[in-house]
C-alpha cells in the first residue's frame, strides 16, 4: 500500500499538500471544502496555483477527497437531500478543479424510512449527481461504514445493490475502512477475517473497484456498529493485524490511508505511518513470509 493520512486545510486547500508531504505521505486526503458546512467557495486563482505547485513537486502517489459530512443521500425526499445532491455536484466540480481522482462518499443514511427506500434514494441521488457533472473524470468512492444508527454501507450487499443500479457504476469506486469493517462485525485481527471480508467485495463488486482503503484502528469492539477510530495498535484492532493488512499484494499500489485522532503538529499521524511502515516485510524487516491464501 502506498501510505498517508488524511490532512487538514487550514490555511488554505494546498496546506494539505504542503503538511503531507511534510510528514513523508505518499498519498493525501482531503476535504475539497470545509466538511461541516453545505456550500463551499469556489478556489481563488492563487490558490489553485499554489496547489498545483504542491501537487506537481511530485512527491504524492495520489491525492483524493473526501465529501462532506452534511450530505445525506440516502434520506427521503426533503430540503436536506436536495441539498444533498446540489452540494455533491458542487463537491465534484471542486475536485475536478483540482484534478482530483475520486471523491470518498459515506453512502447514506436512510433516517429510519427502511433499508429498501435509502438504496432508492442513494441510487436516484447519484444518478442526478453523474448526470449533472457528466464530464467529470472524477468517480465517487463508495465508503463501507460500521452501520450506525440508520446508515447504510456495513453490509456489502448494500454497495453492491448500488453498483448496480445505477446508470453510470463507471463512475463509482470503493475505498474500504478498516475500523467500519470491524465495526460491522468483520474480524480483521485473523488473516482468515481479512481475507473473509475482502472476499466479500471480491465476489459481490470486484477487487478491481478498490480505490482506496482507510486505515484505523477502531476504539469499539468488534460488530458494536458504533465508529470511533483509534491508533494503530491502540484500539481493538490492535496492531498486528495491521500486518496482514498492509502485506496484501492484491493492494501494493492502493492508497492506504490514516484517519485517526491527531493534533495540531500531525506528531500522532508521523508516528502511525511509522508503525505501518515497519509492518511491511521487505528484505531484512521480514521475520516470516507473507501468508498467502
Ligand atoms: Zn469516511
Ligand atoms: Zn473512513
Not at 455536484?89 to 427502511?114: D, K, N, R
Not at 499484494?249 to 500522532?268: N, Q
Request: neutral net charge; hydrophobic residues 40%; charged residues 20%.
Amino acid at each position: 500500500m502506498k501510505f498517508g493520512a488524511h490532512m487538514p486545510t487550514g490555511g488554505g486547500i494546498w496546506r494539505a499538500l504542503e503538511r503531507g508531504i511534510g510528514i513523508g505521505c505518499e498519498v493525501v486526503q482531503l476535504f475539497v471544502k470545509n466538511n461541516r458546512q453545505w456550500f463551499g467557495q469556489p478556489y481563488s486563482p492563487d490558490d489553485l496555483a499554489r496547489y498545483a505547485n504542491q501537487a506537481a513537486a511530485g512527491k504524492l502517489h495520489t491525492i483524493f477527497g473526501h465529501a462532506g459530512y452534511l450530505i445525506n443521500l440516502g434520506a427521503p425526499a426533503s430540503p436536506n437531500r436536495d441539498r444533498s445532491v446540489q452540494a455533491l455536484i458542487q463537491e465534484i466540480q471542486l475536485a475536478t478543479e483540482l484534478g482530483l481522482p475520486f471523491l470518498v462518499l459515506h453512502p447514506g443514511a436512510h433516517l429510519g424510512a427502511g433499508e429498501a427506500s435509502g438504496l432508492q434514494q442513494i441510487v436516484a441521488g447519484l444518478d442526478d449527481v453523474f448526470r449533472a457533472t457528466r464530464a467529470s473524470p472524477v468517480r465517487i468512492a463508495l465508503e463501507n461504514t460500521a452501520g450506525q444508527g440508520t446508515c447504510l454501507g456495513h453490509d456489502i450487499a448494500h454497495l453492491a445493490a448500488i453498483y448496480q443500479r445505477v446508470q453510470h457504476p463507471g463512475r463509482l469506486g470503493l475505498c474500504l475502512d478498516t475500523a467500519h469493517f470491524f465495526e460491522a462485525g468483520h474480524n480483521l485481527r485473523t488473516p482468515r477475517g481479512w481475507q473473509a471480508a475482502i472476499g466479500q467485495v471480491e465476489s459481490q463488486i470486484g477487487l478491481r473497484e478498490i480505490l482506496a482503503f482507510h486505515l484505523n484502528d477502531s476504539k469499539t469492539d468488534l460488530g458494536s456498529r458504533v465508529d470511533r477510530h483509534a491508533g494503530i495498535g491502540q484500539g481493538k484492532i490492535g496492531r498486528p493485524a495491521f500486518r496482514h493488512i498492509v502485506n496484501d499484494s492484491r493492494f501494493a499500489t492502493v492508497p492506504g490511508c490514516l484517519e485517526t485522532p491527531k493534533s495540531e503538529d500531525l506528531h500522532e499521524d508521523v508516528e502511525n505511518l511509522a508503525i505501518l511502515r515497519a509492518l511491511v516485510f521487505r528484505r531484512g524487516n521480514s521475520t516470516k513470509p507473507l501468508m498467502e491464501t
